[in-house]
């Protein structure tokens, strides 16, 4: 029966945490004491010398900085605190730990399976040269043909030592207790991140560089992956992927579960099934984090041979079309350091070294500008005011954020370009192509500049991507694709409405640039570091029914380069009938942003064309006498109307009297801004024929007979009006004689048709 063990997950602040910044006057002292100050040193190291020239400095340990069991991890976390140590000489951008002579890494158990070892060369230590951007020539506008392998950072990983999982990298690493306390404290011990949470009001929780590297990657991939190249990820991006078995792996059982998504490069390649053994499990190796380490440039170089199968993989053929990016967050112990840095080491394969030269300045450079100009950052500024010296700065002079880094000359308050700079690194050292590791922002200077905060945001995270992105663009000669890019998939909005009614549809949008989503800021009104989004869709400058109207991205979405976004339009129609354009545009609503892609327009018409109905008369004979006038005009314009019966104007309800023989015509005709009815119907006035059997008889001449009173009286009986032909309000003999001119006696038609 196996035994269960108890796992712990040990949040950890690495050696890659690296050194403060230091007072020493040379950097022979600032390595020493980044020695004394670290314990990624074996017992024993000491600087034997630091050689500078120009912007390469050669650091030279004594042999106890090389055990017989020096593992990648360490030997990084070493490499990391002498560089971290010799930034305050921005000037040294190379920089070679040797031991004995040799360097570090070649106290390193080399490649002993797949594609064998590589043939080690001395470095010629040398700054990034301008001209190597330009080295490989425009070939296409899409990335087709390319492999890209992606790197995100640590995960987790057992340590068999101490028997239990370390999550690497916690954001916020713990600040030292102080004694300065805030006015007003009540709690019973105070510590310096009690004066940030609570006396200057900063809201926000736990957040680890795991958190950000695979968010960050995962929109890297989408934009790679949406131009043509070929991308693979040496770690799970699917946080629905479940957990991960570390039973079946043979490691021991846990009282929590473990994501896939957090695990390790090397748990997860095991994991997929279909890669190698010798990429995942270096045996000259014996530490999970050391065999972790190089499986992530082993798997760029598996998938380099996969994709040219046979070929040599030292040709420019093959390696010209690939580079293996590595993302990680920063630490510099002090929590004062700031910033972006990248780093390139070819060593092992120097035919790479002008190519990956080209690659790390161009993404480093495009990831740069993606933080000053294509995000806004701006929100940042009162967290952290220029001139406003926080309660716990340690020492020196403290500049403050600006997002354009404008008030002081030097950019010095603005975000810090660190530089492209090669050392010893083992993700980077291994790979047979371009490599790149950069150290995107610091994750422990959260009291004093914005980096972590900034990590945090996923609209952050979003564009510093599409700068990488375009940085591989630049080194391979190829034009990006826009950032701000949208094309129209539908309107559905009704084309007639009445007015003031309410107006409900959608207009979907497919997204072919920068992912949309919402992120997390800081509010100064609130002081909570709150959600927003910068994506929206927005009312054109023609918008005719809603104006200035914004609708925001739904805030469980991430609409990635091809995936559509729908966004929800309800707005009221105008009181005042017409036709209305409406017309909508993707906005990036920020100080880096603006309207962009596809317009979204329709027609809405409010209210409806007249539309007239006639009840009488109908088209038939009539007797002379009066004819009733009914029609109704349906109208929610409220335009005009008018009605004629031979160019005369009458109304509805009016009754006509004293039309004359024969056929008449009543003329309807509505009309609003949307259009016009006419409606008419003919009608005839028979004389006579007061039976309406189609002569005129004697029996007609008998109700004649009946209403005859003679002239200027009234007629005998009511109902006469029919028989007062001349219309002058009696029956008399003129009305007679107009009488006699119909009679024809029975069943013929009358005499006066």
């Known amino acids: 029966m196996s035994t269960n063990y108890l796992c712990v997950l040990t949040v950890a602040c690495l050696a890659l945490a690296g050194s403060p910044v230091w007072a020493q006057s040379t950097p022979n002292d600032a390595v020493a004491d980044a020695i004394a100050a670290s314990d990624a040193f074996p017992a024993g190291t000491s600087v034997v010398s630091v050689v500078v020239d120009e912007a390469s400095a050669v650091v030279e340990l004594s042999e106890e900085a090389a055990p017989t069991d020096l593992g990648d991890s360490q030997a990084d976390a070493m490499v990391k605190a002498i560089v971290d140590a010799l930034a305050i000489w921005p000037e040294i951008s190379a920089i070679e730990v040797t031991v004995a002579g040799k360097a570090l890494w070649e106290y390193l158990p080399r490649p002993t399976g797949g594609e064998g070892s590589p043939v080690a060369e001395p470095m010629k230590i040398a700054a990034p040269k301008a001209e190597a951007q330009a080295m490989l020539a425009t070939t296409s506008s899409e990335l087709s043909g390319k492999l890209v392998v992606l790197h995100p950072s640590h995960g987790s990983y057992w340590h068999q030592t101490y028997n239990y999982w370390y999550r690497a990298m916690r954001t916020l690493c713990g600040p030292n207790p102080s004694t300065n306390l805030p006015p007003g404290w009540t709690g019973s011990t105070y510590q310096p991140s009690d004066y940030y949470f609570w006396t200057a009001g900063y809201q926000w929780g736990s957040f680890y560089e795991d958190d950000m590297s695979p968010e960050t990657i ?56 279909d890669v190698p053994e010798w990429v995942w499990n270096e045996p000259a190796l014996t530490a999970q984090t050391d065999k972790d380490i190089r499986a992530r440039p082993y798997y760029a170089n598996y998938r380099m041979a996969e994709k040219y199968p046979g070929q040599d993989q030292s040709s420019q053929a093959v390696w010209g079309n690939c580079v293996s990016f590595s ?7 002090s929590g004062t350091a700031r910033g972006t840095e990248t780093f390139w080491y070819t060593t092992t394969y120097p035919h790479l070294q002008t190519a990956a030269q080209a690659y790390c300045t161009a993404v480093q450079a495009k990831v740069i500008n993606a933080i000053k100009n294509q995000y806004d950052g701006f929100w940042a500024e009162s967290m952290y005011p220029v001139g406003t010296t926080p309660v716990e700065w340690p020492s020196g002079t403290y500049y403050g954020y600006e997002h354009d880094g404008s008030s002081i000359p030097g950019g010095t308050t603005g975000w810090q370009d660190r530089g492209v700079k090669t050392t010893n690194m083992g993700e980077i050292r291994e790979a047979k192509m371009p490599a790149q590791l950069m150290e995107l922002a610091f994750h422990d200077d959260w009291k004093f500049y914005p980096d972590h905060v900034f990590m945090m945001d996923q609209i952050f995270r979003s564009t510093v991507a599409w700068g990488m992105y375009e940085g591989m663009c630049q080194y391979w000669g190829i034009t990006p694709k826009s950032r701000l890019a949208a094309e129209l998939v539908s309107v559905n909005l009704p084309s007639q409405v009445a007015p003031g009614e309410a107006i409900s549809g959608t207009i979907t949008m497919r997204n072919l640039g920068q992912a949309w989503c919402w992120g997390h800021k800081f509010d100064t ?3 909570v570091y709150g959600a927003y989004t910068v994506w929206k869709l927005a009312a054109t ?36 009938c017409g036709t209305y354009t409406t017309e909508w545009q993707m906005l990036k609503d920020d100080a880096r942003g603006g309207a962009f892609g596809d317009l979204a327009s329709t027609a809405i018409t409010v209210g409806a064309a007249p539309e007239v109905t006639i009840s009488s008369p109908v088209p038939a004979d009539y007797p002379h006498g009066c004819v009733s006038v009914q029609f109704e005009v349906t109208d929610v314009c409220n335009g005009s109307v008018e009605a004629t019966i031979d160019d005369t104007p009458v109304s509805s309800g009016e009754s006509v009297c004293g039309l004359s023989l024969g056929s008449h015509t009543l003329t309807v005709t509505a009309t609003n801004v949307l259009g016009s009815d006419i409606k008419d119907v003919t009608f005839t006035i028979s ?44 029956v008399d003999l003129g009305d007679f004689s107009m009488f006699a001119t119909c009679f024809n006696g029975p069943n013929r038609p009358p005499a006066c048709q």
């Open 541 to 576: 400058a023609n918008e005719q029914i809603a104006p200035g109207m914004k609708i925001e991205l739904a805030s469980s979405a991430v609409v990635y380069p091809g995936e559509t976004a729908e966004f929800a339009v309800s707005m009221t129609a105008p009181t005042t």
């Open 327 to 333: 993302l990680h967050s920063n630490a510099a112990g």
């Open 687 to 730: 004389f006579g024929d007061f039976d309406l059997d189609d002569d005129v008889d004697l029996t007609d001449f008998a109700l004649f007979a009946g209403c005859f009173n003679g002239p200027n009286r009234a007629p005998a009986t009511s109902g006469c009006e029919v028989v007062d032909y001349d219309g002058d309000s009696d």
């Open 525 to 527: 009104a609130t002081k």
């Open 218 to 273: 995962r929109f890297l991939a989408a934009y790679v992956g949406s131009s043509g190249a070929e991308v693979w990820v040496s770690r799970n991006l699917d946080k629905n992927a479940g957990n991960f078995d570390y039973n079946y792996y043979g490691y021991p059982n846990c009282s929590f579960p473990l994501p896939k998504w957090q695990t390790a490069a090397k748990y997860y390649l095991q994991d997929r099934g």
